[in-house]
């Protein structure tokens, strides 16, 4: 018959595990408490970020920024749950990503529409670009299609289909067209500027360039009733599109007077801020990936 423990010993043993067992109900306790939320985004730097941080904070929320480099990365890895939500994109870009990786991500909120601007470092108007010179555009559909269109709205290209939230460079007419386009990764249009006649450069590149808003030689009208397929969103994976939490964060980001006040000052004065219903949105999202299907 195995002889009984001792009651010392038996006490030390439980002693010896008892700080393992607290540690690990304290930090359950923690998480409970205090809700941590990974966010992608491409614009770490920008201040309103950290104003956004604080306000979650106040909230009971705490916000870890995940910066990405180059739009490619923050929806894969929202999909792959590395993150729990990202804000870097428009609708037409979700709704692009989601039918080529046949996904299903969704829009749990607007943040704002920002103009798409053309710059150029050696002209100060379209009218002196001249025939044949050569202008960069984002690679990426969504931004693609929309700098086609800010270029057939200056003059300077006519594309086949008139212009729409498809259009390619295969769009392009080139016989009528004043200018060749050529499409580049979104983060390095501006790096190009000294090679090209101009460049269509992303509101997030235009001050990390030494940019100016008012630079602008051409862009679009983000007020203009047809833009909201083109609002920034933030956005999460299907499953989590009623998270109270996430729906918290997008309600602070919306309401927060120094957050708005920080995104308009980061964009020059120059976004539309938005507070459109979900359901638009992503009504705006079913309609593009149907309208980008189909193109298929």
Do not use: H
């Amino acid at each position: 018959m195995k002889k009984p423990r001792s009651l010392k010993k038996s006490v030390l043993a439980a002693l010896a595990i008892l700080p393992l067992a607290a540690l690990l109900a304290g930090c359950a306790g923690a998480a409970g408490d205090d809700d941590v939320v990974k966010i992608g985004v491409v614009d770490e730097s920008e201040p309103y970020w950290g104003v956004f941080k604080e306000a979650a904070a106040d909230a009971g929320i705490t916000v870890d920024l995940v910066n990405f480099a180059t739009y490619e990365q923050p929806n894969p890895a929202l999909t792959a749950g590395e993150i729990d939500l990202n804000q870097f994109q428009t609708i037409v870009y979700l709704a692009n990503y989601n039918v080529a990786s046949s996904q299903d991500l969704a829009a749990i909120g607007a943040t704002a529409i920002y103009p798409l601007g053309l710059y150029s470092t050696q002209y100060t108007s379209v009218d002196e670009i001249q025939k044949g010179d050569t202008v960069a555009v984002p690679n990426d559909q969504s931004n693609m299609a929309r700098a086609l269109v800010v270029l057939q709205s200056a003059g300077l290209i006519e594309l086949t289909d008139g212009g729409t939230i498809s259009s390619s460079l295969d769009d392009i007419d080139t016989a009528a067209s004043r200018v060749k386009v050529t499409a580049l990764d979104a983060s390095l249009t501006t790096t190009s500027l000294p090679d090209v006649a101009a460049a269509i450069v992303n509101n997030e590149f235009v001050g990390k360039a030494g940019l100016s808003f008012s630079d602008a030689i051409a862009q679009d009208d983000p007020a203009d009733a047809k833009s909201v397929p083109y609002a920034n969103v933030f956005a999460a994976r299907a499953e989590d599109k009623d998270n109270a939490t996430y729906q918290k964060l997008v309600e602070i980001y919306q309401t927060t007077k120094a957050v708005q006040d920080g995104v308009l000052e980061a964009s020059g004065d120059t976004a539309v801020l938005l507070t459109t219903p979900v359901s638009e949105l992503e009504a705006s999202r079913v309609t593009v990936e149907a309208d980008t299907k189909a193109q298929k």
